[in-house]
């Protein structure tokens, strides 16, 4: 069994490496969340990062907190039983269970005007902690300036 200080001394770790990769959330599109395993099996782990800036720059990826749209969700993150023997009831979701509420995450988000990503911020033995990660989405066709001749 891996102790949570283990856990934590990996998600460091895990946090330098793909900051140097250039590991970004994953985006999923609509249709992602039909295939949820190969939905899951895209989410990157990114470690304990709070804020990811993409190699084009800006917007700043900002990892968020599930309750916010979930007030009556016990975790700040999904917390997501890896193995696939999980079941209906328990602490950790499922992972059907965990694309639903992902997809709602997105829906809520996407109201904001928030684009949704995931990464997985911790992993145990059997569980994964996977993160949510906010950024603005960006104005489609900018205001012009008007010119006074």
């Given amino acids: 069994m891996i102790r949570i200080e283990q856990v934590r001394v990996d998600a460091k770790r895990q946090a330098v490496k793909s900051a140097r990769a250039h590991q970004v959330p994953y985006t999923p599109c609509p249709e992602d969340y039909d295939d949820v395993r190969s939905f899951t099996k895209e989410i990157p782990f990114l470690g304990e990062r ?32 890896s193995s696939g023997w999980g079941e209906r009831g328990a602490r950790a979701l499922t992972i059907d269970a ?10 809520a988000a996407s109201k904001r005007g928030f684009i949704t990503g995931f990464g997985i911020a911790e992993a145990g033995q059997f ?5 949510a990660y906010l950024r603005k989405l960006r104005a489609a066709n900018p205001p012009t300036p008007e010119v006074n001749p």
């Fill in 98 to 107: 965990f694309v639903a509420m992902a997809k709602a995450y997105q829906a």
């Fill in 50 to 81: 709070k804020q990811i800036r993409d190699v084009s720059g800006p917007p700043l990826w900002i990892r968020g907190d599930v309750r916010e749209y979930f007030p009556d969700y016990p975790y700040k993150w999904f917390f997501v039983d």
């Fill in 127 to 131: 569980q994964v902690h996977i993160a």
